[in-house]
């Protein structure tokens, strides 16, 4: 058939570690032996590595290739995650959190947060923390896995993981490599290009072994050594929204309990991460260079561990902001080599997969159709550009710190779309999320209200509710939560049991 002739046989992919081994593993997996692919990847190269903490979305990953939870979570020294608590961020001394999965519980009309509007409007002083069983959980160091059945209020939860990024990259390249993948190890030397189209033809490493493919995929990281070098991609710079341009990483000792969620700590110039894996501590420090010099922020870091640093701390620098194009020709970006987006919200390795499940969604021919280039291009720059308003949210809007930096980012202009979202749930306290966007209402309700930014207003459905019924179901799936919470097993134990070493 005409059709088959011109379906793509081969693939090279610049670049090991996270995004490099996920496409490889994923491809490899939809493909199988119809697709031959070669990744090229140096050990000489380090990998930025830091990116420990993921979202929910990352089980659509795990189901694509077929992961096996347990092996994985003995491979990569991982420990589960229930959100993202925020330290000093809204204000000096407050603290809140971001959960996954849904506040209170799934009741017939008006979404569950109306109802708790309605009910603060009626006189209810209830925070709407008290509502998540995911943030209940986290803050007593317990865990437990969300459950089909809609009438538990088990289903209410979500979940992720934390993970050693450079034994996750292990992980799936033996994977990978059993499913057909080619690795060469060295480093690129040159890029051969077809003098007609400008399409990449070859990859030639500096020992001189030459890569031929009809799709490239760039993962080779901020060098962007495809898609800017070769093809020009150009980048919009974001670094007037998100002004942290670097970043000092260092893993400490392990604390005696692991807890199920990330922190993140407002700093004097940026702020702190902290991500508990079964086997030490991943700490880091993401700081704008105008405000902190490397040593201070080296020295602010080493000072906030609660370990026996595991290492010299190492230096990162980078510039928000996402490639114009993240698919030229038969070049495809994903991960850093596509932008970047600090890690506050732990979406590194969501990036990944997007541009991952784009790329399987919109896979070419050999002919490259150029509308499938611009569909792919026009749906990361929208994922991409949500992210950012959602980041820049958390800057903005914070108050009670004098610090330079805080100061800067509560005055900066916002981008219009975020202004929008922002006065109409300040208004309504209604969002409107188009269907592709990663963080739904939930997410968007933990930070606005977290953050400080209160609605005046609610659905006018809810007024079809009798205020006192409202008031009484809200008291009681806030009862519920507070009772199921202590029932759940221990973190430490939940992992045990799911690695299979459960008693």
């Keep these: 058939m005409a059709a088959d002739r011109q379906r793509i046989r081969s693939v090279a992919i610049l670049g090991g570690g996270t995004a490099g081994w996920m496409t490889a593993t994923a491809l490899a997996r939809t493909f199988g032996a119809g697709l031959a692919i070669t990744l090229l990847e140096s050990e000489e190269i380090g990998t930025v590595g830091v990116g420990e903490a993921t979202i929910p979305t990352i089980h659509w990953f795990n189901e694509l290739i077929g992961l096996d939870e347990a092996a994985f979570l003995r491979a990569t020294k991982a420990t589960f995650k229930l959100g993202i608590e925020f330290v000093d961020w809204t204000r000096p001394g407050h603290r809140y959190f971001h959960p996954f999965g849904e506040y209170g519980a799934r009741l017939p009309g008006v979404a569950f947060h109306q109802r708790w509007l309605k009910a603060r409007a009626d006189g209810a002083e209830m925070p709407l923390s008290a509502l998540s069983l995911a943030a209940a959980a986290a803050s007593g160091n317990r865990f437990a896995k969300p459950v089909a059945d809609s009438r538990s209020i088990l289903s209410t939860l979500g979940y992720a993981y934390h993970f050693d990024a450079a034994l996750y990259a292990r992980h799936l390249r033996g994977i990978a490599e059993e499913a057909g993948v080619r690795r060469v190890e060295g480093k690129l030397g040159q890029v051969a290009r077809d003098?007609?189209?400008?399409?990449?033809?070859?990859?030639?490493?500096?020992?001189?072994?030459?890569?031929?493919?009809?799709?490239?995929?760039?993962?080779?990281?901020?060098?962007?050594?495809?898609?800017?070098?070769a093809m020009a991609a150009g980048f919009d710079d974001w670094s007037h929204w998100l002004p942290c341009d670097r970043a000092v990483a260092v893993p400490c000792a392990r604390v005696a309990e692991t807890t199920p969620y990330t922190r993140s700590t407002a700093r004097a110039a940026g702020w702190q991460w902290r991500i508990p894996l079964q086997h030490r501590t991943g700490n880091g420090y993401v700081y704008c260079s105008r405000f902190a010099s490397d040593d201070e922020a080296a020295a602010t870091l080493l000072a906030h561990l609660d370990g026996e640093p595991l290492g010299e701390p190492r230096m990162l620098r980078f510039t928000a902001g996402a490639r114009r194009r993240a698919w030229i020709g038969n070049v495809v970006a994903i991960g850093l080599a596509s932008g970047f987006l600090e890690p506050l919200e732990s979406t590194s390795i969501h990036l990944i997969q997007s541009g991952i499940a784009k790329l399987l969604t919109l896979f070419p021919n050999r002919d490259m159709d150029p509308t499938l280039a611009e569909r792919y291009n026009a749906l990361l720059a929208a994922d991409m550009d949500n992210i950012k308003d959602f980041l820049i949210l958390h800057y903005h809007a914070t108050t009670g710190r004098d610090d330079p930096l805080w100061a800067e980012v509560r005055a900066m202009p916002l981008p219009d779309t975020l202004v929008a979202r922002e006065e109409l749930y300040r208004r309504s306290g209604r969002l409107m999320l188009g269907a592709e966007e990663l963080f739904r209402e939930a997410s968007w309700h933990a930070v606005l209200n977290g953050q400080g930014i209160a609605a005046a207003d609610y659905n006018p459905l809810a007024d079809a509710l009798d205020p006192a019924t409202n008031r009484a179901q809200v008291d009681q799936i806030a009862a519920l939560i507070a009772r199921a919470a202590p029932t759940l097993p221990g973190h430490d134990a939940a992992l045990a049991t799911a690695m299979g070493q459960g008693t």
Excluded at 198 to 224: K, M, N, P, Q, Y
């Design 195 to 229: 003098p007609v189209t400008g399409h990449v033809a070859a990859l030639t490493t500096e020992r001189g072994e030459r890569i031929a493919a009809d799709l490239f995929v760039d993962c080779s990281g901020f060098r962007s050594l495809l898609i800017e070098d």
